[in-house]
């Protein structure tokens, strides 16, 4: 998703968000006067849902969640703690919040040493046993904050002048990349990297206000590239080729299926994603599929409006809800050619009609599937 509760709703389940009704960050914002009503959304991750962490447990792996977790229906305080970590499948866990502004900025603010810190210590203690770590770095989300010296070598850096270039950011990047290599020093040391997978993912786009998003258009929170296109690094070694690169279109809920597929065990049922064993074991293309977004919210840090988009093959559709539910059919839509124009600039909904037709209909056809919750108009204003 193009904000973050879904996405790590997804990651855990292998099913989009808009089939858990977990469709923006928890709490979210309920605002008055809008042209449309957002739906009764599920503002917690329930626990009926089969996590990741209970799929590992099941075939006895020590389980670890260190981080931020953002899918009770509190951050914190007992309404937080029936859906916390340990509620679904976690041996181990510490769960953090993005920090308060007037934080102590040279005390770790976002905790990604504490994060890296501690999953090293996991790493040491479970060298006999089999375990999944869920490593939830807080960093690089508001609000932005790092020690002084570390903002201060950025800034003296060759290019922070640069609109996608912010020195503070690269400063929390730096820190979250020491506490990653941390990890991945441990690994060696135990002598268990060859035999652990590694995988680094974002749950959604950069901050766009705070950093240009070049080459993608807009950032965090909007369902252009620059909100759900995000990094993604696989590491196996001795089993995932050093240095390939993919350019196969993968999603949060591809994990859950492929570590399935690593366990030999069948995934839980109405799981959206699929393996990627084949993909990253052995280079092989992912069968042709769609990929959906549903958000039918508004976004007040991007200023999103509610609304949905397709991919399909390198086409891209993307649908706002206050148009096309109020009859403006030819405003409600955008078509991008992503291969051409990965910066989302040409809208080719009315050049190329009849494949905007073709993904109106595979768009539409998608959200009947998940049961995606709709929102509505608001029946207290004049349309």
């Given at each position: 998703?193009?904000?973050?509760?879904?996405?790590?709703?997804?990651?855990?389940?292998?099913?989009?968000?808009?089939?858990?009704?977990?469709?923006?960050?928890?709490?979210?914002?309920?605002?008055?006067?809008?042209?449309?009503?957002?739906?009764?959304?599920?503002?917690?991750?329930?626990?009926?849902?089969?996590t990741i962490a209970e799929i590992f447990r099941g075939k006895g792996y020590r389980t670890a969640m260190f981080g931020k977790w953002h899918l009770s229906k509190t951050k914190f305080g007992p309404e937080s703690l029936p859906h916390y970590p340990d509620k679904q499948g976690f041996d181990d866990f510490f769960v953090i919040d993005k920090p308060e502004s007037t934080d102590n900025p040279e005390e770790d603010p976002h905790k990604s040493d504490s994060i890296g810190?501690?999953?090293?210590?996991?790493?040491?203690?479970?060298?006999?046993?089999?375990?999944?770590?869920?490593?939830?770095?807080?960093?690089?989300?508001?609000?932005?904050?790092?020690?002084?010296?570390?903002?201060?070598?950025?800034?003296?850096?060759?290019?922070?002048?640069?609109?996608?270039?912010?020195?503070?950011?690269?400063?929390?990047?730096?820190?979250?990349?020491?506490?990653?290599?941390?990890?991945?020093?441990?690994?060696?040391?135990?002598?268990?990297?060859?035999?652990?997978?590694?995988?680094?993912?974002?749950?959604?786009?950069?901050?766009?206000?705070?950093?240009?998003?070049?080459?993608?258009?807009?950032?965090?929170?909007?369902?252009?590239?620059?909100?759900?296109?995000?990094?993604?690094?696989?590491?196996?070694?001795?089993?995932?080729?050093?240095?390939?690169?993919?350019?196969?279109?993968?999603?949060?809920?591809?994990?859950?299926?492929?570590?399935?597929?690593?366990?030999?065990?069948?995934?839980?049922?109405?799981?959206?994603?699929?393996?990627?064993?084949?993909?990253?074991?052995?280079?092989?293309?992912?069968?042709?599929?769609?990929?959906?977004?549903?958000?039918?919210?508004?976004?007040?840090?991007?200023?999103?409006?509610?609304?949905?988009?397709?991919?399909?093959?390198?086409?891209?559709?993307?649908?706002?809800?206050?148009?096309?539910?109020?009859?403006?059919?030819?405003?409600?839509?955008?078509?991008?050619?992503?291969?051409?124009?990965?910066?989302?600039?040409?809208?080719?909904?009315?050049?190329?009609?009849?494949?905007?037709?073709?993904?109106?209909?595979?768009?539409?056809?998608?959200?009947?599937?998940?049961?995606?919750?709709?929102?509505?108009?608001?029946?207290?204003?004049?349309?």
């Open positions: 998703a193009a904000i973050c509760s879904p996405t790590r709703a997804a990651i855990m389940t292998g099913k989009y968000p808009a089939r858990l009704h977990l469709t923006d960050f928890i709490p979210g914002a309920d605002l008055k006067g809008t042209l449309v009503r957002q739906p009764d959304w599920q503002m917690f991750l329930p626990l009926e849902e089969v810190n501690t999953s090293v210590r996991f790493i040491h203690e479970n060298t006999k046993k089999p375990f999944f770590l869920y490593a939830s770095f807080s960093a690089i989300h508001n609000p932005l904050m790092d020690s002084a010296d570390s903002i201060t070598k950025w800034q003296n850096t060759p290019g922070a002048e640069l609109p996608e270039n912010n020195p503070v950011i690269a400063a929390m990047l730096s820190r979250m990349d020491n506490n990653i290599g941390k990890i991945l020093k441990a690994l060696d040391e135990t002598g268990l990297a060859e035999n652990t997978l590694v995988v680094f993912f974002s749950d959604n786009g950069g901050l766009e206000k705070e950093a240009a998003q070049t080459p993608l258009r807009s950032g965090k929170g909007w369902l252009y590239e620059g909100g759900i296109r995000v990094p993604l690094v696989v590491r196996w070694p001795g089993r995932i080729r050093e240095g390939q690169v993919s350019h196969e279109v993968v999603s949060s809920i591809d994990f859950l299926p492929t570590f399935c597929g690593i366990l030999g065990v069948k995934p839980p049922d109405q799981v959206d994603g699929i393996s990627l064993l084949p993909l990253l074991l052995r280079d092989e293309p992912l069968p042709q599929r769609d990929v959906g977004w549903h958000y039918p919210h508004y976004h007040t840090g991007s200023g999103m409006p509610p609304g949905g988009a397709l991919r399909s093959g390198n086409w891209k559709l993307i649908e706002y809800y206050e148009k096309s539910m109020a009859g403006d059919s030819v405003n409600a839509f955008e078509l991008f050619d992503l291969k051409a124009d990965m910066g989302e600039q040409q809208n080719l909904f009315t050049t190329h009609p009849e494949k905007a037709g073709e993904l109106m209909a595979r768009m539409h056809a998608w959200r009947e599937q998940v049961g995606a919750q709709m929102p509505v108009l608001n029946p207290d204003l004049k349309q």
